[in-house]
T-cell receptor, first 114, second 108 residues
């Protein structure tokens, strides 16, 4: 069964450093998403992406964040200058079409900023 | 934005027991999904259920869209059912809004 994959599973970085989280969505899907979950809290939407541009973004998704689909398979989230409060689990998701279609989630990348 | 409320916040079960988790939402939705977050933090898709009833093994779910709620049933619970169960809804705005979750602990 096709699945969304994410790398790395765990990333440790120092405050102020740039990180890139990578995702490979399901191959025939067209919509891509990033969510994050701070430890002990609920999952929060960050951004949705379609046709090489952002469809929707939350207030969390400020200028420190960017997304890109550099080739036909990868979807990346970049955090330019990490802060302690960026420590969280980051989930990538994809869907065949936009809502109301099911979103399929990857296993997550746990980002720890020290 | 849309409000998603899950109850109860915590649930402790003896192995073999049945339980019902509830998700209320504040507005009409086009998508509703249930997830199980395992101890490793992974979100496992359980159901895509904007309306109606579905069953998958010992789990089943019902969404009554007109009354803005969904129920997740766990029957004959096992220790592997432990974890956090999340309900998430979408109002055709390309984003899922998650509830705070129900933490289920199944004791042997």
């Amino acid at each position: 069964e096709p699945e969304v994959t994410q790398t790395p599973s765990h990333q440790v970085t120092q405050m102020g450093q740039e990180v890139i989280l990578r995702c490979v969505p399901i191959s025939n899907h067209l919509y891509f998403y990033w969510y994050r979950q701070i430890l002990g809290q609920k999952v929060e939407f960050l951004v949705s992406f379609y046709n090489n541009e952002i469809s929707e973004k939350s207030e969390i998704f400020d200028d420190q964040f960017s997304v890109e689909r550099p080739d036909g398979s990868n979807f990346t989230l970049k955090i330019r200058s990490t802060k302690l409060e960026d420590s969280a689990m980051y989930f990538c998701a994809s869907s065949a079409l936009a809502g109301p279609y099911e979103q399929y989630f990857g296993p997550g990348t746990r980002l720890t900023v020290t | 934005g849309i409000q998603v409320e899950q109850s109860p916040p915590d649930l402790i079960l003896q192995e073999g027991a049945n339980s019902t988790l509830r998700c209320n939402f504040s507005d009409s939705v086009n998508n509703l999904q249930w997830f199980h977050q395992n101890p490793w933090g992974q979100l496992i898709n359980l159901f895509y259920i904007p309306s109606g009833t579905k069953q998958n093994g010992r789990l089943s779910a019902t969404t009554v869209a007109t009354e803005r709620y969904s129920l997740l049933y766990i029957s004959s619970s096992q220790t592997t059912d432990s974890g956090v169960y999340f309900c998430a809804v979408e109002r055709a705005d390309y984003k899922l809004s998650f509830g705070a979750g129900t933490t289920v602990t199944v004791r042997a």
